[in-house]
């Protein structure tokens, strides 16, 4: 039973930063791509960042420079900083794990992932 947790979320001003965590249980994450996605109301769920098993990174553009993925194998735990972030930025913050290699230029498609967490909310006034 694969089971994601996020933590690490909450309210910060424009500018500031947070780190999003998500700890993995039942599945060895170093052998699936794992990516952050977030929704905000009203709007579909969109891709932000994704890490392949070889450590490939893939991002949205609106996060490229400000946002950085990471991946600690030994602690089967993904990551999300995020710095100099915007209002546009609020949303729930989910964590996904697809079960093989990321989907090269269509990683960012939520349907290819195959385990999902609970979300985390994020608030940029």
């Known amino acids: 039973h694969v089971q994601l947790v996020e933590s690490g979320g909450g309210s910060v001003q424009a500018g500031g930063s947070l780190r999003l965590s998500c700890s993995a249980s039942g599945y060895t994450t170093s052998n699936a791509c794992m990516g952050w996605f977030r929704q905000a109301p009203g709007k579909v769920r969109e891709g932000v960042a994704s890490i392949d098993v070889d450590g490939r990174e893939y991002a949205a553009e609106s996060v490229k420079g400000r946002f950085t993925i990471s991946h600690d194998s030994a602690k089967n735990t993904l990551y999300l900083q995020m710095d100099s972030l915007k209002p546009e930025d609020t949303a729930m913050y989910y964590c996904?794990?697809?079960?093989?290699?990321?989907?090269?230029?269509?990683?960012?498609?939520?349907?290819?992932?195959?385990?999902w967490g609970q979300g985390t909310q994020v608030t940029v006034s």
């Open positions: 996904a794990l697809r079960r093989r290699r990321c989907a090269g230029s269509h990683w960012y498609l939520s349907a290819g992932y195959n385990h």
